[in-house]
């Protein structure tokens, strides 16, 4: 009898605990449901104002259309070909990597060591001053920077051909946004000075929200500057680092103000970028 009565009661609890299970596995898979609802939404979103986007561009690119009559034929990949055998689209490729190779070395790297500089100063005063004055330039418009540096850039009345032939460089006095062979570094150097401060203020953040007690510790072990930059630094922004090479590049190949405003593409081509080419 008392046999009996155990194992009803344990079947009782097992029948309680398994509809204990079901019912919590349906709130779990209820749960996952409504995580996907929102993950749907979001995927919706993005295939409709992304991938769908870059589907019709594709398909769009295959035909070729008469924008008086708006007669549409299909050429297939012609313009594709076409493309390819475009002596300027390889120019403006090159000026595109040739952009994004100096502004990861002079926007991410040489801006991550004038922040750490910046940071490593004692006095907080002169901190946020020189924080300040780099980040000037980026709160300018990219436009009036580029009508900016077309002035400097001037050979009769322009300031750095001044500057070199009171310097006693009068033999690099030349048309610098004129010349084939300089117009497209002159260019990019001005926007490194527009952009130069934005990334070092972000590496500053970043370096801000290290713990002071780590370079102190290192400083009692009697690491320099050098070491503490390189073994505390560096590791701990490597997020910011990464995440600036990847903005950088991507700004690098969407350039269209600057060359527009300064040279156009000119001279004969030599500064032309994809955008500006494609425009």
């Not at 079947?11 to 929102?38: I, T």
């Not at 006095?123 to 418009?141: D, G, H, K, L, N």
């Not at 990019?188 to 401060?197: D, H, N, T, V």
Request: proline share 3%; aromatic share 14%.
């Amino acid at each position: 009898m008392m046999v009996a009565t155990a194992e009803k009661v344990s079947a009782v609890a097992y029948g309680a605990a398994r509809r204990r299970w079901a019912s919590k596995k349906v709130r779990v898979r209820l749960g996952n449901l409504l995580s996907l609802r929102w993950a749907a939404i979001a995927l919706i979103l993005v295939g409709w104002f992304v991938y769908y986007p870059i589907v019709d561009n594709f398909i769009v690119s295959t035909t070729d259309e008469d924008i008086y009559t708006g007669e549409v034929t299909n050429v297939g990949l012609a313009n594709y070909d076409r493309l390819l055998h475009d002596p300027i689209v390889l120019v403006a490729l090159f000026n595109n990597c040739l952009y994004a190779l100096i502004s990861v070395v002079f926007q991410v790297f040489g801006a991550f060591l004038l922040a750490a500089i910046i940071e490593d100063l004692r006095s907080e005063r002169w901190r946020r001053f020189w924080r300040a004055v780099y980040f000037v330039p980026s709160a300018i418009s990219i436009t009036v920077t580029g009508l900016l540096f077309y002035f400097i850039y001037q050979p009769q009345i322009g300031l750095l051909d001044a500057a070199l032939a009171r310097l006693g460089l009068g033999q690099l006095v030349q048309p610098w946004l004129g010349n084939e062979h300089t117009a497209i570094y002159a260019i990019i150097a001005m926007s490194q000075w527009q952009g130069f401060g934005y990334t070092t203020l972000l590496f500053a953040i970043a370096i801000q929200k290290i713990p002071r007690d780590l370079y102190d510790a290192a400083t009692m072990d009697g690491a320099g500057a050098l070491r503490r930059l390189w073994n505390i630094t560096f590791p701990l922004t490597r997020e910011m680092t990464g995440l600036m090479v990847i903005v950088t590049v991507a700004g690098a190949f969407q350039v269209f103000n600057e060359v527009m405003v300064m040279t156009a593409g000119g001279p004969n081509n030599s500064s032309q970028v994809l955008g500006t080419w494609l425009y």
